[in-house]
């Protein structure tokens, strides 16, 4: 089935560690985007990539990295600097950047 | 002031009712737009996507743009209760990032 798939649904981490979460399209899809979702504060843009080897800043992008080594690939980083980790990710494609875009079913983080 | 606005509700309205959802938005070169369901711990799901002004129908959903007056909105026809969800607007200019409204709480009661 084509897709996007985030893993893992589930993530807990401790104080002062980085985690990574998964995200991965087999869409062919060219433009890759990492959101977070809070109560009512809707979905902020971390980073995007329209191209592999290429992304940029997003809104709230202090205290992530992200890398696009791969085409289908777009996995983002939760670092230690990142003050108030614990949030819903969301992980978005699209074919190019002017179209709809995808999403997958979300990694749920929690700091313990 | 925020890009896009949306009514975060909840909107609470009995099964078969019409429903309006609305967005507004600040930035005039908008030119695409969606809108996204999303049911509790899930991914947002595409309702429907548009390009500049006009109307766009597929089954009980009508999404219209009107670019004159920076404002969106999603009709649902025969309400059910399983359209109960969160509603997200989204724009974009060209290939440029993705805004999202907050979302607006619906509820569908039988």
């Known amino acids: 089935d084509g897709g996007i798939t985030q893993s893992p649904k589930y993530l807990f981490r401790k104080e002062g560690q980085n985690v990574t979460l998964s995200c991965e399209q087999n869409l062919n899809h060219d433009a890759m985007y990492w959101y977070r979702q809070d109560p009512g504060q809707g979905l902020r843009l971390i980073y995007y990539s329209q191209i592999v080897n290429d992304f940029q800043k997003g809104d709230i992008a202090e205290g992530y990295s992200v890398s696009r080594e791969k085409k289908e690939s777009f996995p983002l980083t939760v670092t230690s600097a990142q003050k108030n980790p614990t949030a819903f990710y969301l992980c978005?494609?699209?074919?190019?950047?002017?179209?709809?875009?995808?999403f997958g079913q979300g990694t749920r983080l929690t700091v313990v | 002031q925020k890009e896009v606005e949306q009514d975060p509700g909840p909107l609470s309205v009995p099964e078969g009712a019409i429903v309006s959802l609305n967005c507004t938005y600040s930035n005039s070169a908008f030119q695409y737009f969606m809108w996204y369901r999303q049911y509790s711990r899930k991914g947002p799901e595409l309702l429907m996507y548009?390009?500049?002004?006009g109307n766009k129908e597929d089954g009980r959903f009508t999404a219209q743009v009107d670019k004159s007056s920076k404002y969106i909105s999603l009709f649902i026809r025969d309400s059910q209760p399983s359209d109960s969800a969160t509603y997200l607007c989204a724009m974009r200019i060209n290939t440029d990032k993705l805004i999202f409204g907050t979302g607006t709480r619906l509820q569908v009661f039988p």
């Open positions: 978005a494609s699209s074919m190019k950047g002017d179209t709809e875009a995808f």
């Open positions: 548009t390009y500049s002004s």
